[in-house]
């Protein structure tokens, strides 16, 4: 076991500590230590609640001599995006019109969560409304990159990426409209699982675009997810589209080969205009799976930039109609950014948008037809590593618009469809910056995505590699 309990991974903090080999104190205050050292340098956290960490972890430690276990995450200190309702604690939603909002309820995500044993360490700073890919906040700052401080992290998932990457939390919740959680896990070095839309109940976590809000972790790991997806997934009174199908036996996927799995490479828009290091590493990342027993094939997929025109205008037209009100009584209190994308949603005809909405399905047969004889896709989770955060600043960069445009290209299509997708720490270029794949799967087959990715990481080490302060 690691000297430093935080630098353990989520399944193996969980493992120590129901094997009484390590404390739930112990695990909190080695994370609340690296909290302390790093949080001046990242601002990755929202709010850090040591003492109520302290005070809960302790209480799990005496529920565990007395033989109580909550569940399979009993005594493991976490901390998440700062968009899940949390009754009683104020969640910001990284804007200024939730500056102190305290909801009565808690999401069903979260719910689960504490029901499985965790403990809260505070919450994670985010995009202002979770609509920005690149972790600037007019209102509370940047989050910055562990791996190299003056670039991003990817958004909207800002604080979960860092911290994640830090070492602060052994996990976090994120959410994924157009990339969210891919885009954080790709340029900070971590695991992040899109789910598939329906899959995990949106319940009390704040809607963004409701025809394309996924719930999902990142993690150390790709067994890490696999264990968080399991305890959240399944149906929900609370939330109608949260579907009630079989929950496969996640953990259990994550133990077999990818051998005998064909994984298919896209002729095209996903492998074109590639950053030189990132297509080197999507090229590495080709050679392990077939090292690692997979048939990989190419597949021509259909037009992937029409999906992505037409994601930007769904999230576009319900993200301002969700924001309407404060639109017009609070328009002072939005940052200049995320004004400007909720008031071009609202000049968006209505023809336009179901239109948008009725060719969803034609577009994800047309998908499957063409992945047919894949089990599973691969492809960067970005063109490019992480650019700064000055290069990437809308108002400061005159080129800010244009990087931010490419950032997301890769992500909206699978957001669209509404199919999972797995990010994967898969290497680092020369100036160390982490690169991501991600894995695109059918609907509702997170298991194959997170069978791939395991065997991905029990021959590579990018996932376990620890950013250092300087």
């Avoid at 995009?127 to 401080?149: D, K, M, Q, R």
């Avoid at 597949?299 to 404060?326: C, G, Y």
């Avoid at 990715?453 to 029990?458: E, L, T, V």
Wanted: net charge neutral.
């Amino acid at each position: 076991m690691s000297a430093e309990p935080a630098l353990l991974s989520l399944t193996e903090v969980a493992r120590s500590i129901s094997k009484k080999e390590l404390s739930s104190r112990e695990a909190t205050q080695s994370c609340l230590e690296r909290i302390k050292q790093w949080q001046p340098h990242l601002n990755a956290f929202m709010a850090i609640e040591a003492d109520d960490a302290l005070a809960a972890a302790d209480a799990a430690d005496a529920a565990l001599a007395r033989g109580k276990v909550s569940g399979a995450l009993h005594g493991v200190p976490l901390a998440h995006k700062d968009m899940y309702y949390d009754a009683g604690k104020v969640v910001t939603c990284g804007s200024k019109i939730r500056r102190d909002f305290v909801p009565a309820t808690t999401s069903t995500a979260l719910q689960r969560l504490k029901d499985a044993g965790t403990i809260r360490l505070g919450s994670l700073q985010m995009v202002e409304f979770a609509y920005g890919p690149t972790g600037h906040n007019s209102h509370y700052g940047a989050v910055h990159n562990p791996f190299a401080l003056d670039h991003i992290t990817g958004g909207s998932s800002s604080g979960s990426g860092s911290a994640v990457a830090a070492r602060l939390t052994f996990a976090a919740l994120g959410s994924d409209t157009g990339g969210s959680i891919r885009m954080p896990a790709h340029f900070c070095g971590v695991t992040g699982l899109k789910t598939t839309y329906g899959r995990i109940s949106r319940a009390g976590a704040m809607p963004l675009s409701q025809s394309l809000d996924t719930v999902g972790p990142l993690a150390r790991t790709v067994e890490d997810c696999a264990l968080l997806l399991g305890l959240m997934a399944g149906a929900d009174p609370e939330d109608p589209t949260a579907i009630a199908s079989p929950i496969p036996d996640y953990m259990a996927a994550t133990r077999e080969p990818m051998r005998g799995l064909t994984i298919g490479v896209p002729t095209s828009f996903y492998v074109d205009d590639l950053d030189p290091e990132v297509a080197r590493v999507l090229d590495e990342t080709i050679a392990t799976l077939k090292r690692e027993g997979a048939n990989v094939v190419q597949v021509e997929l259909p037009d992937q930039r029409q999906l992505t025109a037409a994601a930007q205008l769904i999230v576009a037209v319900e993200a301002a109609s969700f924001h309407k009100r404060w639109l017009i009584e609070r328009p002072q209190d939005y940052g200049p950014q995320v004004l400007m994308r909720l008031q071009n949603g609202l000049a968006i005809p209505g023809v336009s948008y179901l239109e948008a909405l009725r060719w969803r399905g034609p577009a994800l047969s047309a998908h499957m037809a063409a992945t047919a004889g894949v089990d599973a896709v691969i492809a960067p989770a970005a063109p490019v590593p992480a650019p700064t955060i000055a290069e990437s600043d809308v108002g400061n960069s005159p080129d800010a618009e244009s990087v931010i445009h490419r950032l997301t290209r890769f992500t909206r299509p699978i957001n669209y469809l509404g199919l999972p997708s797995l990010s994967i720490p898969s290497g680092f270029t020369r100036n160390g910056l982490p690169v991501g794949m991600q894995l695109i799967g059918r609907s509702f087959d997170e298991a194959t995505l997170l069978r791939i990715g395991a065997a991905f990481q029990r021959v590579t080490d990018f996932h376990a590699r620890v950013p250092k302060l300087a």
